[in-house]
């Protein structure tokens, strides 16, 4: 199994400010037949399910503020938002969907300073 | 407007059994992966199942193979997970999932099946 990796567990960052997460796998998520990453961002409000960010590491989703971003290629990635807002404070997961099973990083809660 | 809808939760027993089921609209069910996730109470996402539009692939995690059964009925555009066997540690919020392939693309609300005596 690929197993994810999320640093750090929690963060607490300014209004404005900018909030990195990482996330790292235990093997390459990085196919050779289409080169891509197979990584997807979740972010999941209190009480809501998680809703897609970012798909191919880089990817947003659509209606996706472009002030999330994703970057990283083969075991070692990250979620960056740019300018934090308050709307923002949730827990992030980073996933592969690269092989069976399927498996997400542990969550990072992410909170205003 | 597309929404996935679960049904089926409740409380049973340890060595119970329980049928979730997802009804889905707003889309063409028929052409996607389906998947069911899981949340422990407090806890992160734990995938458990998925299966191909037309059922030629089927996936488990470890720990629910043998115990638990993936289907699905693309005319009646629903998905389904019978559960058998359930333990204490299968208590969860369980969310169906749709998806482009194997990248979810929308959840539904979940669905909370506590296993308890």
């Known amino acids: 199994d690929i197993v994810m990796t999320q640093s750090p567990d929690s963060l607490a960052v300014s209004l404005g400010e900018r909030a990195t997460i990482n996330c790292k796998s235990s093997?390459?998520?990085?196919?050779?037949?289409?080169?891509?990453?197979?990584l997807a961002w979740f972010q999941q409000k209190p009480g809501q399910p998680p809703n897609l960010l970012i798909y191919?590491?880089?990817t947003r989703d659509s209606g996706v503020p472009d002030r999330f971003s994703g970057s990283g290629s083969g075991t070692d990635f990250t979620l960056t938002i740019s300018s934090l807002q308050a709307e923002d404070v949730a827990v992030y997961y980073c996933?592969?969907?690269?092989?069976?099973?399927?498996?997400f990083g542990q969550g990072t809660r992410l909170e205003i300073k | 407007e597309v929404q996935l809808v679960e049904s089926g939760g409740g409380l049973v027993q340890p060595g119970g059994s329980l049928r979730l089921s997802c009804a889905a609209s707003?889309?063409?069910?028929?052409?996607?992966?389906v998947h069911w996730v899981r949340q422990a109470p407090g806890k992160g996402l734990e995938w458990v199942a998925n299966?191909?539009?037309?059922?030629?692939?089927?996936y488990y995690v470890d720990s629910v193979k043998g115990r638990f059964t993936i289907s699905r009925d693309n005319a009646k555009n629903s998905m389904y997970l019978q559960m058998n066997s359930l333990r204490a540690e299968d208590t969860a919020i369980y969310y169906c999932v749709y998806g482009r392939g194997w990248i979810f693309v929308l959840w539904g609300q979940g669905t909370l099946v506590p296993v308890s005596s």
């Open positions: 093997q390459s998520v990085l196919s050779g037949s289409n080169n891509k990453n197979f």
């Open positions: 707003g889309f063409n069910f028929s052409d996607y992966w």
């Open positions: 191919w590491a880089s």
């Open positions: 299966i191909k539009h037309d059922e030629s692939e089927i």
């Open positions: 996933q592969q969907y690269y092989g069976a099973p399927i498996t």
